[in-house]
Nanobody
């Protein structure tokens, strides 16, 4: 059974850090692009970051560039998102997502329509 389970959400102050993890149960991460979307209150869900292990590519949308780092723990089969220099506008529900296919990660590929599997989401709140 293929399942994505997020953990690591919570509260942080502006300028702080949080690390999200996604346990990709049953997934062969060589066959998927995997990463994160987020949805802030009153806004549409947006892509955050993606990693494709086989293609050795990563992708970040503008909000996370220079602040977020995505990685794969090959032993645990988890995908991690290290978020630093957090801002209030990073407040959102963060969803782990996976798209089947060995296509890599880029702006045109990391969109909701391409996603085959979603996690339940984890809340991130950034406030002072």
């Amino acid at each position: 059974q293929l399942q994505l389970v997020e953990s690591g959400g919570g509260s942080a102050q502006p300028g702080g850090s949080l690390r999200l993890s996604c346990a990709a149960s049953g997934f062969n991460l060589d066959a998927y692009s995997i990463g994160w979307f987020r949805q802030a209150p009153g806004r549409e869900r947006e892509g955050v970051s993606c990693i494709a292990r086989r293609k050795a590519t990563t992708f970040y949308t503008d909000p996370g560039k220079g602040r977020f780092t995505i990685s794969i723990d090959n032993v645990k089969n988890t995908v991690n998102l290290q978020m630093t220099s957090l801002k209030s506008e990073d407040t959102a529900v963060y969803y782990c997502a996976a798209a089947f296919g060995d296509y890599g990660c880029n702006e045109s590929l990391w969109v909701e329509a391409a996603i085959d599997y979603w996690g339940e989401g984890t809340q991130v709140t950034v406030s002072s």
